[in-house]
């Protein structure tokens, strides 16, 4: 028998994806991702994408590179109606799979936002942790020698990286720049899921372990930097990072406050059913049983049966049992009540992942003893805070943009000596 050839490997398994075979497409999968990543997982990631970039028009030609243990990563382009994506596979010599993943690729390269002031910082690199799941991060420091605040920036779910980066859009680069050329120190890293991907293959991973060393590492770095005040130092978390920043300051005392940008407060599992619901009346022909399928996982993460050796594939998104395990014992909103620190919550209202009915409720009524907490919706926002109109679509998420400035502006103000807390709209 013939060696297989990785590049046609990739290309079947896209026409298996555009074709809806994902059955006969998880047949493929190497005993290593059959054991986090189900047929109706994948099935789902695809209705995401479609949804976002319209039918499938063209496939490219595969990009083939070595990624080591026997592995090639093979990249091959898809070309949408109204965008692209790629799939990136890692796939043996026998022709299965040991890794896949659909990514984003928008038109042109990140370009700064109209609100970025870059003559007024600098940004070196730095590396965030120790030892083998240290991760690459960036410090953006304002000119001048004032003692000023710190911003310290979690991203959202997934395996993405310090700019949250999503085809050709990084909202959390646009923060970085806005609020560094505002007077604003920030430290952003990439996730310990994106620098070291096998974590979460790792007997035992949770939620915490993705966040919380590394987030609490960076606030201390920050502290060190020139001309940063180390008790002005806060967290901000976008979407699951933010549902997890309370934790954070559980965990780091020194953290002076919260600012939460679409936090999730709802459980985690039944946003993916509602989401999923969501996108399935956007697309109906494209659903197919992704509905019942993630509906049966999240009542399993409900159920008594759930234990860490429950397998990933059974399972939401692809996550271990140990993950939902952890997440499913966390209360953010409570946690964040007992942290006692000052917190700025923000929400689009035009969101549809974390949602001002599911997610923003649960926040205002929870923390609506606490002093010192600000909220503050906009009307036109969606879950990256870009503005925009109508039923919010994952297809907008595709043009290059960015961030909403005032966004940035009012995290700026919130963050002046005396007034956090005090914003008001």
Same mark, same amino acid.
């Given at each position: 028998m013939g060696e297989i050839d990785p =590049?046609?490997?990739? &290309? =079947?398994?896209v026409e298996m994806a555009r074709a809806g075979r994902f059955a006969e497409l998880a047949e493929r999968f190497a005993p290593v991702l059959r054991a986090v990543v189900s047929a109706e997982t994948v099935r789902l990631a695809w209705l995401t994408e479609v949804t976002r970039n319209g039918a499938v028009r063209a496939v490219g030609t595969p990009a083939i590179e070595p990624a080591g243990d026997g592995l090639v990563r093979v990249s091959v382009p898809v070309e949408c109606e109204s965008g692209g994506l790629h799939l990136i596979m890692s796939v043996d010599g026998a022709g299965r799979l040991h890794g896949l993943r659909l990514v984003s690729g928008g038109t042109g390269g990140w370009e700064p936002p +109209?609100?970025?002031? !870059?003559?007024?910082?600098? $940004? #070196? $690199? &730095?590396? %965030?942790?120790? @030892?083998?799941? =240290? &991760?690459g991060g960036t410090v953006s420091l304002p000119h001048g020698r004032r003692r000023r605040a710190g911003v310290v920036l979690l991203g959202g779910g @997934?395996? %993405?990286?310090?700019? @949250?980066?999503? @085809? +050709?859009n990084k909202p959390l680069k646009d923060l970085a720049w806005g609020l560094a050329g505002r007077g604003v120190a920030?430290?952003?890293?990439?996730?310990?899921? #994106? +620098? #070291?991907?096998?974590?979460?293959t790792t007997p035992g991973f949770t939620v915490a372990d993705e966040y919380v060393p590394h987030a609490v590492a960076a606030v201390r770095l920050l502290q060190r930097q020139p001309g940063v005040d180390p008790a002005r130092v806060f967290v901000a978390g976008h979407s699951l990072g933010g549902k997890v920043a309370p934790r954070v300051a559980a965990a780091e005392p020194s953290v002076a406050g919260l600012i939460l940008l679409a936090a999730e407060a709802q459980p985690m599992h039944h946003s993916a059913v509602r989401v999923i619901r969501y996108l399935a009346a956007? =697309? !109906?022909d494209l659903a197919g049983s992704a509905v019942e399928e993630i509906t049966r *996982? +999240?009542?399993?993460?409900?159920g008594p049966d759930l234990t860490a050796a429950t397998p990933a594939g059974l399972l939401p998104l692809g996550l271990p049992g140990s993950?939902?395990?952890?997440?499913?014992?966390y209360d953010p909103v409570s946690t964040a009540a007992a942290a006692g620190r000052p917190m700025l919550v923000l929400q689009g209202a035009r969101d549809y992942q974390v949602t001002v009915d599911d997610d923003l409720a649960r926040w205002r009524a929870g923390l609506a003893g606490p002093p010192r907490v600000t909220f503050r919706v906009y009307p036109a926002a969606n879950h990256l805070f870009f503005p925009g109109s109508g039923r919010s679509t994952p297809a907008e998420y595709e043009p !290059? *943009? #960015?961030?909403?400035?005032? &966004?940035?502006?009012?995290?700026?103000?919130?963050l002046r000596p005396g007034l956090a807390g005090l914003l008001r709209h």
């Open positions: =590049a046609g490997t990739a &290309v =079947a398994v +109209a609100y970025a002031r !870059p003559g007024r910082f600098t $940004e #070196h $690199e &730095v590396t %965030i942790g120790e @030892g083998p799941l =240290a &991760v @997934g395996p %993405i990286d310090r700019d @949250g980066t999503s @085809g +050709a920030v430290a952003r890293f990439d996730k310990v899921t #994106h +620098a #070291h991907g096998r974590m979460l956007l =697309a !109906p *996982q +999240a009542a399993l993460v409900d993950y939902w395990l952890d997440l499913r014992d !290059p *943009q #960015h961030v909403d400035p005032r &966004v940035v502006a009012d995290i700026t103000r919130w």
